[in-house]
């Protein structure tokens, strides 16, 4: 009895949550509804599951969804969805105690990916339990004569229609009628809507379900640390080799051959080192979990080794900081720029916290990146990128140096505030450059219908400065 009561609370959690998806989220840029959102689905999880420590997730949730009511920037959007999606897992998990921070590597991924798909397993439970109602005989019977009934519609209207014009005339009339009662967008809405719905329901009811007794698979991974130290050792001459350059070359700024630029130097292979410097770390995690639990002679040299490819790491992430660095000099900050010194940053932090993993191994490394990782979401969420970017860019600009304004003009509304600075600028083309962004980005607003779930900061903002100026 106290099962099916806390079912139906989940079956209202269901309703509500779809509802509010459909009305909240579904909604053409949604943004000030997105954070409401989550407020309505906290204090439903609130009130229905047991207090924990999980709770404190919904922190990032709130801050992540509020970047949609004080930011225009669209191009985080997709990225935001996914960290979401994971925000919402590791709470489940955490809720449900089947992960804590003392989980290793292995057994958290396994775990994590597992229970992204587990929600699908709970669709059918509100449909069993409409199931178990009275009359639920005649509801199947009627269910199954519908059924029946629409393949034998369809089959003689064809077939009608062939053999009688006016019959397929008044058939093509009705077909039309019948489209024209459907709004295909707000159909598509709806479908989303159920689908999220649901979602969201299986992956919080299944933290009521006691945990089963699956067992996940132990990792024995073991390793020949003569044929790794052999392999590490190569790696690790090339880039001895490739690390006295960098301090030649681009620290010390020697004499570049071909007559390059510095800028021209520093633009090239920028991302390759930072996608090296990744796959390092990537080597450095993977040997420091085999090198964990051995103790030789061997071991302690690959350890060595280890902690040497981690201290390259950091040269090549020094590198390809300065390299940014003289690059964005240069030409100025773009957002994409702007992201990889958030990135350089974050992986800088990173680095630090693997080579105590590899000198500790004691510590919960796949636990402290995704909290790395969650900072990294949130600082790009939260501080208004576009607006430090235009910044940058205009500072330049307005004091006679290269300038891409240009680019400036194409960013979102949250460069609004720096882009006025260009309406009283010199360059007449400039000022009327300028001026049609706004013009561009309040006839973007005005085309969309106002509704309050799309209410946006940056938006507000925008309007403000044109009303100053159209006066």
């Not at 269901?14 to 409401?36: E, R």
């Not at 040997?287 to 350890?303: F, H, I, M, P, R």
């Amino acid at each position: 009895m106290e099962n099916e009561k806390k079912l139906d609370k989940w079956i209202l959690y269901l309703i509500i949550s779809i509802i509010s998806y459909i009305y909240l989220i579904m909604p053409q840029n949604a943004a000030v509804s997105v954070p409401v959102f989550t407020i309505i689905q906290f204090v439903m999880i609130y009130l229905i599951l047991p207090k924990t420590g999980a709770l404190v997730l919904f922190a990032p949730i709130f801050l992540v969804s509020l970047s949609y009511f004080t930011s225009q920037n669209y191009l985080l959007r997709p990225l935001n969805f996914i960290v979401l999606v994971c925000l919402y897992n590791a709470f489940a998990l955490f809720q449900s105690g089947e992960i804590s921070a003392k989980d290793g590597l292995y057994t958290t991924f396994e775990k994590f990916t597992y229970n992204v798909f587990t929600p699908f397993s709970y669709f059918g439970l509100p449909f069993k339990k409409l199931s178990q109602t009275k009359n639920t005989k005649t509801i199947r019977r009627v269910l199954l004569g519908v059924l029946i009934s629409i393949p034998c519609i369809l089959f003689l209207t064809i077939m009608l229609s062939s053999s009688d014009m006016v019959f397929s005339y008044k058939v093509g009339n009705f077909i039309k009628w019948a489209a024209s009662l459907i709004n295909l967008n707000a159909l598509f809405k709806i479908i989303v809507g159920i689908f999220c719905g649901f979602y969201l329901f299986g992956l919080m009811y299944k933290t009521t379900i006691p945990k089963g007794k699956r067992v996940l698979a132990k990792n024995d991974l073991k390793a020949d640390f003569l044929v790794l130290n052999i392999v590490l050792f190569s790696i690790l001459a090339i880039y001895t080799l490739f690390v006295a350059i960098q301090f030649k070359y681009l620290f010390a700024k020697g004499q570049l051959p071909s007559n390059l630029t510095y800028a021209q130097y520093a633009r090239r292979g920028f991302f390759e080192l930072v996608v090296l410097s990744v796959i390092n770390t990537l080597i450095n995690v993977a040997v420091g979990g085999v090198t964990k639990e051995a103790k030789n002679k061997w071991s302690y040299l690959t350890k060595f080794f280890n902690c040497y490819l981690c201290l390259v790491s950091f040269v090549l992430l020094s590198s390809s900081y300065y390299r940014m660095k003289l690059y964005s000099n240069e030409f100025g900050l773009t957002r994409l720029r702007y992201m990889v010194y958030v990135f350089l940053a974050a992986e800088a932090i990173g680095l630090a916290v693997t080579l105590y993993y590899i000198i500790r191994p004691r510590l919960n490394i796949i636990f402290t990146y995704a909290l790395l990782a969650l900072a990294y979401i949130l600082i790009l969420n939260l501080i208004p990128m576009d607006k430090i970017i235009a910044k940058n860019q205009i500072d330049k600009y307005l004091a006679g140096n290269k300038a891409d304004i240009d680019y400036v003009l194409t960013l979102s509304a949250d460069a609004a505030g720096e882009v006025e600075r260009l309406l009283s600028c010199g360059d007449e083309k400039v000022r009327i450059a300028s001026w049609e962004y706004f013009e561009n980005h309040i006839k973007r607003q005005k085309s969309i219908p106002s509704r309050w779930q799309r209410w946006n900061l940056s938006g507000y903002k925008l309007e403000r400065i044109y009303e100053t100026y159209a006066r």
